[in-house]
């Protein structure tokens, strides 16, 4: 028989084990989430871009059963629209997640001006065999050392020059353009090369930039260019050059990642997977062979369109070699024969 005074020892000891080990499983307490966790974009939804954002922070909610909320800045408003700053916030606190272009980021990281090296992808297939081979886990693992968690690649795209002038063929056709460039100092090397005058600036301030003929041109891919209606603020001629393409990260902040209970991390890391694909294919809708509705719709509007041979585009990659080696040397010279490697084999 039990006396009433070793029910309550028994009860006691009980409850005393349940709060030793309360401590143990608290990662796993929905009282350490964040009500809502903050994603950063530079373009909105009615872009590829946007909508890949979008798309992760919808899976990441159904994978997790709400337990993670997101809700998405774009426009970089979480960093008053500096998006070369967008990295730093991420390290800092100010951002939780980010779909970032390299471009973007590379200001701070430098080996991701490799993508941005003058004709080094000569086509999609070549992108991708950097993004999804080794190269492409080289720079995860390096940023995976800068405080971010880096779990899937997307896309914004070949990026393409237009302006308000004239059809562009030869370098010689943008001397003395003022074209707006973005990011990293590359940029302006490589215009500076062609005989351009470069200007830098962000996302935000380049429409207006077009709008009042601030800037003759821009370099931005195909699906932003038909996204922005870039050719309702005087970008009439767009040629097909193909010089550099930046691919999109998708990164959680460690330290918000780290406050996930396992399961929540691989919920999160294949809604990314998922939401990624999802967005390469909306960046290439309408661009590749077989299906080239997007230019067509962009030359629907009265948009000359040039496509280089590739005669003429060796006269641009030998008026921009300069440059490619040079920036060879910051990105890093091994990581750089590894992409070319990774390329000529693809
Ligand atoms: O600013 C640009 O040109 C954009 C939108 O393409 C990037 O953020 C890299």
């Known amino acids: 028989m039990m006396t009433v005074e070793k029910i309550f020892h028994r009860l006691l000891k009980t409850l005393l084990v349940l ?7 608290s990662p796993a307490l929905a009282g350490d989430y964040k009500e809502e966790y903050r994603l950063s974009t530079v373009l909105p939804d009615s872009f590829p871009w946007g909508q890949g954002g979008k798309r992760w922070a919808e899976l990441i909610r159904e994978k997790t059963q709400g337990r ?3 809700k998405m800045y774009p426009g970089a408003s979480l960093v008053g629209g500096d998006q070369t700053k967008e990295f730093t916030a991420l390290r800092q606190g100010t951002i939780d997640l980010a779909v970032g272009s390299t471009i973007n980021w ?6 991701l001006n490799l993508f941005a090296l003058p004709f080094l992808m000569p086509d999609h297939r070549a992108l991708d065999a950097l993004t999804h081979g ?3 886990q080289d720079l995860f693992t390096l ?10 690649w997307g896309e914004n795209g070949f990026r393409e020059i237009s302006n308000s002038k004239h059809p562009v063929t030869t370098p010689d056709d943008v001397k003395g353009m003022k074209i707006r460039v973005v990011g990293s100092p590359l940029f302006i090397d490589t215009m500076t090369a062609l ?3 470069p200007v830098q600036m ?3 301030d380049a429409q207006p930039a077009m709008a009042t003929s601030a800037v003759d041109g821009q370099e931005n891919p195909l699906s932003v260019f038909s996204a922005a209606k870039l050719y309702t603020i005087n970008q009439k001629y767009l040629t097909l050059w193909g010089y550099v393409a930046d691919p999109l990260i998708f990164v959680v902040a460690k330290s918000v990642w780290e406050s996930w209970s396992s399961e929540d991390q691989q919920a999160v890391r294949a809604a990314a997977l998922e939401a990624a694909s999802e967005e390469v294919a909306l ?13 067509t719709a962009i030359a629907g509007n009265g948009v000359t369109i040039t496509r280089l041979n590739d005669e003429q585009k060796e006269a641009f990659r030998k008026a921009t070699r300069a440059v490619f080696e040079k920036w060879a040397k910051t990105v890093g010279e091994p990581l750089v024969s590894k992409a070319e490697d990774a390329i000529a084999k693809r």
Do not use: C, H, Y
């Open 195 to 197: 005989g351009a005058n």
């Open 19 to 25: 709060a030793a080990l309360a401590p143990a499983f």
């Open 283 to 295: 960046a290439r809708n309408g661009i590749m062979a077989g299906n080239e509705s997007l230019l």
């Open 143 to 152: 940023l995976a050392g800068k405080d971010v968690v880096p779990l899937a």
């Open 68 to 70: 993670i909320t997101v």
């Open 106 to 111: 590379s200001p701070q990281v430098k080996e």
């Open 134 to 136: 080794a190269v492409g």
């Open 202 to 204: 962000s996302w935000a």
